[in-house]
């Protein structure tokens, strides 16, 4: 991680496979190998929440809480629930069956990893929400980005991607993540927080407004093209992550209007990078995975040695419950074309992976 670029946020109010798919354990299971010694750590469970919502799930996440637990010698078992509901509570039953100290979960909606943390609870485990709070689950720890920050760097994004194109009075379309998720939620109160001001004062026209299930990118595609369809001059799009985005970019793309509207995004997945490299999509959000990765594993392995964690210094109000809830948050960065290369140099994506041969003049042009 390139020193200096994020720090951690004490902050008040804020906010690969299923065991099916696998055939069991995957790579960051039992990682007990390493260095430190297992002797006084009990088991940590990890249940994360699918691979299509976000390409991160897969591809950093997953590797990232893997190699912090095995560098502590703590026993794990990673496993993804490919967005099915079932086998989410499914995974956790058996974790909670074979004796974890410690389970972390990523919610596929509140009410599933509600039922699950107080299943584990209940059996006297110790639990982290990690990405996403789960509503009224009374979670003894949250780890995350500070999610309105989030929204507010998208929403500041197309401000000024709207200002660089000259746009007088655009109409800017909003496409949300999903309506169970509650980060989702706190990303649109980041960036109506921006957006909501211009729309009042004429600045913008507030267009179509429309959340995607399951942060679902086909259903976001299919969603985008009916906002166009019914309004041709949708000049801007609030894209709540980069699927999405790049699901709009498709449609833009079919209807020659790709690079005229600024389109926004998050995650900095190297699709994503390269639509912003090549002009069609405006910015992106970089959170840095591998510090929140091992911002939980840290808990976590205090927690599953027995010890008192130290780290959780801010608190998270759970809306639904208005209890306060522990936490680490991480402060989000914007990426825009001209600063793409810090999300290389930070070790998130490599070079080979954003610079294809489609895309290496764009990178050349942008000084990667």
């Known amino acids: 991680m390139r020193k200096g670029l994020f720090a951690l946020a004490a902050v008040g109010l804020l906010a690969t496979g299923s065991m099916a ?8 299971n039992d990682s007990g190998s390493g260095t430190g010694s297992t002797a006084s750590a009990g088991k940590v469970g990890v249940i994360l929440p699918d691979t299509k919502s976000s390409a991160r799930w897969a591809t950093a996440d997953q590797k990232f809480l893997s190699e912090a637990f095995k560098a502590a010698g703590v026993p794990a078992e990673i496993q993804n629930a490919q967005g099915d509901k079932t086998q989410f509570q499914t995974i956790a039953d058996g974790m909670i069956a074979s004796g974890v100290k410690v389970l972390v979960i990523v919610n596929l909606d509140s009410g ?8 584990a609870q209940k059996a006297g485990i110790a639990t982290i929400d990690y990405d996403r709070l789960t509503l009224g689950g009374g979670a003894n720890y949250y780890v995350s980005f500070d999610n309105v920050a989030v929204g507010k760097l998208q929403g500041e994004g197309l401000v000024q991607c709207l200002a660089d194109k ?12 999903s309506p169970t998720d509650n980060n989702a939620t706190l ?4 960036y109506d927080g921006v957006l909501n001001p211009k729309y009042a004062d004429g600045t913008f026209v507030k267009g179509p407004n429309q959340p995607v299930p399951d942060w679902d990118n086909a259903q976001a595609g299919t969603i985008f093209e009916q906002m166009l369809t019914a309004n041709k001059n949708i000049k801007g799009v609030l894209a709540a992550n980069d699927g999405l985005g790049n699901a709009v970019i498709s449609v833009l793309k079919r209807n020659k209007l790709n690079g005229q509207v600024p389109v926004t995004g998050q995650d900095a997945t190297v699709q994503g990078l390269q639509n912003i490299l090549v002009g069609d999509q405006c910015m992106t959000v970089y959170k840095a995975i591998k510090k929140e990765a091992d911002a939980a594993s840290q808990l ?27 936490s680490v948050l991480l402060e989000p960065q914007s990426i825009t074309k001209a600063n793409v ?7 998130f994506v490599t070079k080979a992976e954003v610079c294809t041969a489609d895309f290496a003049k764009a990178c050349t042009d942008a000084g990667i």
């Open 187 to 190: 990303f649109a109160e980041g």
């Open 300 to 326: 976590a392995i205090a927690l599953a040695k027995g010890e008192k964690p130290t780290t959780a210094t801010g608190v998270t109000k759970d809306p639904e419950s208005g209890k306060d809830v522990p």
């Open 166 to 177: 000259k746009y007088v009075k655009p109409v800017v379309a909003e496409l949300n993540g």
């Open 21 to 28: 798919a696998c055939g069991g354990d995957d790579s960051g």
């Open 112 to 119: 599933t990893g509600k039922a699950v943390l107080e299943k």
């Open 341 to 347: 290369k810090d999300v290389i140099a930070d070790g």
